[in-house]
T-cell receptor, first 115, second 109 residues
Framework: NAGVMQNPRHLVRRRGQEARLRCSPM?????VYWYRQLPEEGLKFMVY????????ESGMPKERFSAEFPKEGPSILRIQQVVRGDSAAYFC?????????????FGPGTRLTVT | KNEVEQSPQNLTAQEGEFITINCSYS?????LHWLQQHPGGGIVSLFM???GKKKHGRLIATINIQEKHSSLHITASHPRDSAVYIC???????????FGAGTILRVKS
């Protein structure tokens, strides 16, 4: 059973370009979470999605950031018009259901560098 | 004040020593996670606790819900244990995790 997969693992973008980060949850998992780890800072929650639904986006910046988890295919975190401050490691995690008893399994992360 | 506080921030130990990392939180929780992150690496979930104590190999995690405190212990530490250890809590409502700043552990041989 493959774990959570993220691609690309490393992404370099120039200021003003768009970044698309992909997350494929573990087989059988229908809930995805995105977290961001800024340099020298701790992890912060961004968004929680179920297939075709955004459950909690309280951690998402108000502009330029969006996330989706379609019925088919991976979850996508999209950052438009990237700026240097977006440089960070972006991790996704998945769980089978929205209940207290299920762990979140983390992917290897995508390291975004904005030049 | 952060909702999740870890101590110490940095810890250097000799191989073989017993190590304790502490986590205190200020909100009601449904579960607490201990995570491990190697430099430049991904995040591995070590434990998820809602009460009591769990053991896996040389790692032990305990939680005291009344005192809002958890500890992660490593027995017979080894250089390969060198990593960042992160405490994260899940609130009573909702599934998002709130993270501590992490404890950087270095075990010297």
């Amino acid at each position: 059973n493959a774990g959570v997969m993220q691609n690309p693992r490393h992404l370099v973008r120039r200021r003003g370009q768009e970044a698309r980060l992909r997350c494929s949850p573990m087989k059988g998992h229908s809930h995805v979470y995105w977290y961001r780890q800024l340099p020298e800072e701790g992890l912060k929650f961004m968004v929680y999605l179920q297939k075709e639904n955004i459950i909690d986006e309280s951690g998402m910046p108000k502009e330029r950031f969006s996330a989706e988890f379609p019925k088919e295919g991976p979850s996508i975190l999209r950052i438009q018009q990237v700026v240097r401050g977006d440089s960070a490691a972006y991790f996704c995690a998945s769980s089978p259901r929205r209940t207290d008893s299920y762990e979140q399994y983390f992917g290897p992360g995508t390291r975004l560098t904005v030049t | 004040k952060n909702e999740v506080e870890q101590s110490p921030q940095n810890l250097t130990a000799q191989e073989g020593e017993f190590i304790t990392i502490n986590c205190s939180y200020s909100v009601g929780i449904s579960a607490l996670h201990w995570l491990q992150q190697h430099p430049g690496g991904g995040i591995v979930s070590l434990f998820m606790l809602s009460s009591g104590k769990k053991k896996h190999g040389r790692l032990i995690a305990t939680i005291n819900i009344q005192e809002k405190h958890s500890s992660l212990h490593i027995t017979a530490s080894h250089p390969r244990d060198s990593a960042v250890y992160i405490c994260a809590v899940r609130g009573e409502y909702g599934n998002k995790l709130v993270f501590g700043a992490g404890t950087i552990l270095r075990v010297k041989s």
